[in-house]
């Protein structure tokens, strides 16, 4: 054989599964976006709510225990927002054993519906925009695809690597939190009173999770600016918030209705959409009451991830 045989050559090496494709490029978008120092302490900061959620477990598995807990753990668990939901529960039965489902489902319900549906939107916000607008900015694109790789899968990678991060603050703890309170249970047949409340939280995952980072990286393909992204990512929930707030002020309440009562106006704020359909997962409300904020959510993932398959297919195109 020639020494300089530069002809084409047989590859001999393994070749990974197609399936992994995806995978690789979340690894390198979960790599890149820890490099942040901000998301790093955003991330340590996102599981100090489940050390406040995990008390309640623990008080309320006390007042079982011990019934002279009973102030103690009504003047915890007030301290927690939507309480007077809380306390039409424990009115609702004398056994505080018969309310243990219901708690448990209410204090994961929370965990998701307040601290943890901000911070998402902060760690969504640092790590979404510059996940696509970069590739398209950097030129990125001309390197991905000239592989054997599809939008789809391109598109899929960068889902999950947005997935990774709101997994480990809303998922990770949530589902711990659910391990706490069976150590802390007398007996292993809470299990079978409280099968269902991981499947819950998976579910409620799956309403937190798909819909945003749907959004987040429709928003990121449309600039080549992260901070223009950014800005818009952020915009979307502080002005949907301010709209819902102001136009629900102008209605009249009647003194009977819940603190975190919906309204019609709630479907122009993404955050009380999500909390809609999140309280109805966890069994707090019905499910004819959701079904709007549940299409609104279905509407934004499809039509975002529309547009996100159009952007990212717009330079093989060109």
């Not at 070749?15 to 991330?43: D, F, H, K, V």
């Not at 309320?60 to 301290?79: A, D, M, S, T």
């Amino acid at each position: 054989m020639a020494i300089h045989d530069l002809g084409y050559r047989p590859w001999t090496g393994s070749r990974a599964s197609a399936a992994t494709r995806p995978l690789i490029i979340s690894n390198i978008g979960i790599r890149r976006a820890w490099q942040s120092r901000w998301l790093r302490r955003l991330m340590l900061f996102a599981w100090l709510p489940a050390v406040w959620f995990g008390l309640g477990f623990f008080f309320w598995e006390q007042w079982l225990l011990h019934p002279e807990w009973h102030e103690k753990v009504h003047r915890f668990l007030q301290n927690i927002p939507n309480a007077n939901q809380l306390t039409a529960i424990m009115q609702s039965s004398e056994d505080p054993t018969e309310l243990r489902h219901a708690i448990w489902a209410w204090l994961l319900q929370a965990f998701f519906r307040y601290p943890q549906g901000v911070i998402m939107v902060l760690v969504v916000g640092l790590i979404a925009p510059p996940l696509i607008s970069q590739d398209v900015r950097s030129r990125a694109f001309l390197l991905y695809f000239s592989r054997p790789l599809s939008r789809f899968e391109y598109s899929l990678g960068k889902i999950i690597t947005v997935w990774f991060y709101l997994a480990m603050i809303a998922t990770l703890p949530a589902l711990l939190l659910y391990v706490l309170g069976i150590f802390l249970s007398p007996t292993i047949d809470v299990v079978q009173a409280t099968w269902d409340l991981p499947l819950r939280i998976l579910g409620a995952s799956a309403v937190l999770m798909i819909p945003t980072a749907s959004l987040a990286l429709c928003i990121s393909s449309l600039t080549q600016e992260s901070r223009y992204a950014s800005f818009a990512w952020f915009s979307t929930w502080i002005l949907g918030w301010f709209t819902y707030g102001v136009l629900s002020s102008l209605e009249t309440y009647s003194e009977h209705q819940a603190s975190d009562h919906i309204t019609g106006w709630a479907h122009l704020s993404l955050y009380h959409t999500l909390g809609q359909v999140q309280r109805w997962v966890f069994g707090f409300a019905s499910f004819r009451d959701s079904q709007t904020s549940a299409a609104v959510l279905v509407m934004i993932t499809i039509v975002s991830i529309i547009i996100l398959m159009r952007r990212i297919g717009a330079p093989m195109r060109a």
